[in-house]
């Protein structure tokens, strides 16, 4: 399952692609916004950070504009991924460009059959928001393992790409059903990282380390 950083902040996801596990970011309006940043140069940051697909979204609505929108996100760098929203123009838009072997992320994704519709629009990726979903007292998860099913019924190539993640079990389950991608706000990947007994156990190494008076590098 590939990890994609869910921000536009420089500063999160630099130490994180240094870790190694960073397969991508993805953004949308809203991260561009809290990153006080113009969204070509901290795309193209982005980009030269990770070799990855990086996520830029159309702030368009109508088909036109976004196609418009689309070539002006894309000339950015070879890993720009277009980010459309789950609407008619938007999969028109992504097939206009999945069918010229571009990347495309359709975001806002809810149902099921929404994620049908990407999949036929020969989306490269889907992104379900599960954390939203959560918020409404609906079941973020079983949504996943819906399109999940759905996929592979039909072989379809489109990865699913979970998004709107706000916690440890929200990737749990996503590896356990078999999602391709997660988006983690990097607070959610360095949560991952955590566990008490880790901790304790690493500190009663090191304490018993010292007393053999040894050292291994010196
Ligand atoms: O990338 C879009 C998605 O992950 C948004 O998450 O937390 O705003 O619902 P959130």
């Known amino acids: 399952m590939k990890f994609f950083m869910d921000t536009a902040e420089i500063d999160e996801i630099r130490p994180l692609v240094e870790t190694g596990l960073v397969d991508g970011v993805t953004t949308n309006p809203s991260l561009i916004m809290q990153s006080g940043r113009d969204i070509f140069e901290v795309t193209k940051e982005i980009c030269d950070l990770v070799d990855g697909p990086v996520s830029a979204e159309v702030a368009a609505t109508d088909y036109e504009t976004m196609v418009r929108e689309a070539a002006a ?85 489109t990865q699913i790409l979970v998004a709107s993640t706000r916690h440890n079990m929200h990737i749990l389950d996503s590896a356990l059903i078999g999602a391709d991608v997660v988006t983690l706000p990097p607070k959610v990947l360095h949560q991952l990282f955590k566990h008490p007994l880790t901790d304790t156990g690493l500190a009663a190494f090191l304490e018993d380390w010292q007393k053999t008076g040894q050292s291994i590098a010196d």
Do not use: E
């Open 73 to 157: 996100l894309y000339d950015i760098a070879d890993n720009v991924c277009l980010k459309v929203p789950l609407t008619k123009d938007g999969l028109k838009t992504c097939k206009y460009f999945t069918d010229q072997k571009k990347m495309v992320n359709v975001t806002l994704c809810f149902s099921a059959t929404q994620a049908l519709l990407a999949a036929k629009a020969g989306a490269t990726f889907i992104s379900p928001f599960v954390g939203r979903l959560d918020d409404i007292a609906h079941d973020g998860m079983s949504l996943i393992q819906d399109i999940r099913i759905i996929y592979d019924n039909y072989d379809f190539n």
